[in-house]
């Protein structure tokens, strides 16, 4: 079989990391990892494109040598260039470098001069001292590359929602287009609640013939393992490695069923215990009245929690916590939902380590209709980002003002400025306060200890020209932990200068996470919605973003970049010391209204 763009991509990208290992040149290496990110988004397979004799040349990013090297792959099967590359390096170096912490180099030194080809291996010589005795390494970095590798393990098998997701809804299409006649069919579980991480994928559908969807289900070509196949529930492993979970259920209970799997466990745990007070037991069929032992059908959520006496509760707040009491009490929120957002603030473009021009991120930001947006390249600081420098901003400036009278939507001037080891600013504070908005954020020295890395973000928080801490934790689901740092200290400084905390929504990050976005939300400190996308399609993973923060209970104006165009820029032309107020004012005036 023709490889698929994703197997092209991910040969790219090793590609890219072999010819790191080897010391090649810098651009070469991006050469290769840019063509890897912007194969994986196209959106048509570059199998048929090629067999179509088209000009892969015209595709942003692939030049003769690649577009050879793509038609190579998709006729033989494999790249020479690759191989021989492959050959040339030690064996197992690019397990290595999959160890979040570990970059091509250093896999490379870790192979060479420890003579380790495994994970396990690396593991192991961390924990025994090996490892810090590398050039460049040291103890903290090492410690640091065992968390990781402790924190992979720890994900056990689960799956980041930004993978599960996705998977859910090809299936879930599939289905659809096998049996239209298929009426309601949703996710359940811990994917209804939107959970950072997935065990597995559970749907629930009605139909008037609910034999044939599991028969479809079972047939679908991305199915690679049948665990069950009954007239009731239907699970299978497809090709990704996730269990999905199929249940049809009788329209005239649909409503219980839709509750029960749900969940979570603990939700409906501390539901039933409110029922069974009530002389009432729950199951996924209905409602039983225990002393006549009748059941009570329910077709939709609302009517179920209507009968408990409750009022229905949004999914990503049933974690069996404050829910119930809350819905007692009528104090739940009305949560944010993605088209209250009016403008992104944290994006890049091809100027640092985005894959596409300004004008096609600008024109995603405006196609999702938002009112503003902020470009946010990366400062110089970051070398393999292709970090702007002082000059270079200054001329994005000089462009954006210039692309401003061809657009409606409001183009702000910004930079992902990095926080040195220090605490200072990646740029002169000339320059910080030339623009409109600074995304403060920690992309090195992440092994710091908790004392410094506090200091150091308190410091950055403080700057009078930033005006958001970019994904403050720098964690990545299952592959790197995040920093160390108090939590408490920092929020209260984030609120006593009216410094925003992102919820950064690329679903490899989530970060702010839920708890902690829930604790800033309480403090009243500002949360912005930022997606971080380096591609024009990015833009669409604020849904992402969204759920962390109606999972921390956030309402529309709990969250800063649900102003609009007009409430923002005064938010942003006021001094930080005074922002606050700005903040509050709409906070309580739209609470009460
Ligand atoms: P996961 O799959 O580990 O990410 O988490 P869930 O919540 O999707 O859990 P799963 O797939 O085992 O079950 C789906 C839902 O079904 C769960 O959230 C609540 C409900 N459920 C399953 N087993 C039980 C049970 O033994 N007792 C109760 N009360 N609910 C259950
Ligand atoms: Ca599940
Ligand atoms: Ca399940
Ligand atoms: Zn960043």
Redesign the pocket.
């Known amino acids: 079989m023709a490889p698929t763009n994703e197997q092209i991509a991910e040969l790219f990208e090793n590609m890219g990391s072999l010819l790191e290992m080897k010391g090649d040149t810098v651009f070469k290496i991006r050469a290769y990892q840019r063509a890897a990110r912007t194969i994986e988004q196209l959106s048509s397979p570059l199998a048929t494109a090629v067999e179509n004799g088209e000009d892969l040349t015209k595709i942003p990013g692939v030049g003769k040598a690649i577009s050879e090297k793509i038609a190579e792959y998709i006729s033989t099967g494999q790249v020479s260039a690759y191989e021989r590359l492959v050959e040339e390096l030690p064996s197992g170096v690019l397990d290595l470098k999959e160890i979040p912490g570990v970059g091509p180099k250093m896999a490379m030194a870790i192979s060479q001069q420890l003579g380790i080809s495994t994970v396990d291996g690396v593991a192991e010589a961390a924990a025994d001292g090996r490892l810090a005795t590398l050039p460049r390494m040291g103890k903290r970095a090492a410690e640091g590359i065992l968390r990781h590798i402790n924190a992979f393990k720890e994900m056990g098998g689960?799956t980041p929602i930004g993978e599960a997701l996705p998977v859910a809804e090809e299936v879930m299409n599939a289905l659809r287009e096998q049996c239209p006649e298929i009426d309601q069919l949703f996710p359940?579980?811990?994917?209804r609640?939107w959970?950072e991480?997935?065990?597995?994928?559970?749907l629930i559908g009605t139909s008037p013939n609910p034999e044939s969807v599991g028969d479809a289900l079972v047939a679908l070509p991305m199915v690679k393992d049948v665990l069950v196949h009954g007239p009731k529930k239907t699970s299978v492993v497809v090709e990704s490695g996730i269990q999905i979970?199929l249940r049809i259920a009788e329209p005239e209970a649909f409503g219980a069923m839709l509750q029960?799997?749900?969940?979570?466990?603990q939700?409906?745990?501390r539901l039933?215990d409110f029922a069974n007070r009530q002389g009432l037991s729950l199951n996924?069929y209905g409602i039983t009245n225990t002393e006549t032992g009748q059941v009570e059908e329910f077709a939709d959520e609302e009517t179920f929690y209507a009968r408990l006496g409750l009022p229905w509760m949004p999914p990503e707040l049933r974690t069996g916590l404050y829910e119930v009491d809350a819905g007692l009490e009528g104090t739940l929120p009305g949560l944010v939902v993605a088209t209250d957002l009016k403008g992104d603030l944290h994006l890049h473009s091809e100027w640092s380590d985005g894959n596409d021009p300004i004008e096609l991120m600008v024109e995603a930001a405006a196609a999702q209709g938002y009112e503003y947006m902020a470009l946010t390249d990366h400062s110089q600081g970051l070398g393999v980002a292709n970090g702007l420098t002082v000059e270079r901003l200054e001329s994005q400036i000089s462009l954006l003002r210039e692309m401003q009278e061809k657009y409606d939507i409001t183009i702000l001037c910004g930079s992902e400025c990095d926080i040195r080891a220090s605490g200072e600013m990646d740029f002169p504070d000339e320059m910080l306060a030339q623009l409109d908005v600074v995304v403060a954020s920690v992309h090195s020295a992440m092994g710091q200890d908790q004392a410094t890395m506090t200091a150091r973000m308190i410091k950055a928080i403080e700057h009078p020209s930033v005006t958001i801490i970019g994904h403050l934790t720098t964690r990545l689901l299952g592959q790197r932990e995040p920093v160390e740092f108090d939590l408490e200290a920092v929020l209260e400084a984030a609120r006593d200068t009216g410094t925003a905390l992102e919820i950064n929504a690329s679903p490899e990050r989530l970060d702010l996470r839920d708890t902690h976005a829930y604790r800033a939300r309480e403090m009243g400190i500002p949360l912005v919605i930022n997606t971080d996308s380096h591609h024009h399609t990015h833009l669409d993973k604020r849904r992402f973003g969204v759920a962390v923060a109606r999972r921390a209970w956030c309402r529309p104006e709990d969250i800063l970049n649900t102003m609009s165009r007009e409430e923002f820029l005064k938010f942003i032309r006021t001094p930080k010391s005074k922002r606050l107020n700005v903040f509050d004012a709409r906070r309580n005036g739209t609470a009460q209204s």
Not at 260 to 265: A, E, H
Request: aromatic share 8%.
């Open positions: 689960r359940v579980g811990s994917l609640r959970e991480t997935i065990g597995d994928i559970d979970d029960y799997f749900t969940g979570s466990q939700h409906n745990i039933r996924e």
